[in-house]
Each structure stands twice: as C-alpha cells, then as structure tokens.
C-alpha cells in the first residue's frame, strides 16, 4: 500500500489542533499509517487560494473544507483513500 499523505491547512494552530486530533483518531481506528502534515500559516492558506479553514487534503485532494469534521466522517475518507491507493482510481480500474 502507497503511504497516505494527509494536510490539515488553517489559518492558525487553533483552526488546525481539532481536525489533528480527529484525523489522528480516525487512523487508530483504522490502523492506518500517514505523512500527516499540519499548515497552520494564514500566508499558505492565501497563496493556496484555500477560502474558508481547516482545510484537510488526502493526496492533494481536498475531501473537507471549512468544517471541523468527526473522526468518523475522517475514516470514510480515509477508508477510500487507501482503497484507492491499493486499487488505482476509477479510470484505472475500468481499463
């Protein structure tokens, strides 16, 4: 399985320490393992042209913005994501 990269973006620590814990909780429970970065630079959030913090990417995409998710809604994601790292993406599988 390819290692999961994960960011959490906000403007501060504050916007980012919530999603942290959530995200991290989430792959306890699952027993995953991921490159978890957290951004917490009003200047990055700007330059991304990210509107609305945290913002939480799996492999540079974003799955949640503007909300403090749950852990649960995190696994869904995360359950996906390494599904789809095992797997390759929808076009792949097709052909």
Not at 53 to 80: A, D, K, M, Y
């Amino acid at each position: 399985m390819n290692t999961l990269h994960i960011e959490i973006i906000g403007n501060s620590n504050e916007d980012c320490r919530f999603l942290e814990n959530n995200v991290l909780t989430a792959m306890v429970k699952l027993g995953i393992t991921a490159h978890v970065n957290c951004i917490a630079d009003a200047e990055e959030v700007k330059r991304r042209r990210l509107g609305c913090t945290p913002v939480l990417t799996i492999n540079g995409r974003v799955v949640s913005q503007g909300q403090n998710i749950s852990s649960r809604h995190i696994q869904t994601f995360l359950r996906e994501a390494t599904d789809v790292s095992q797997h390759g993406d929808f076009l792949s599988r097709m052909f």
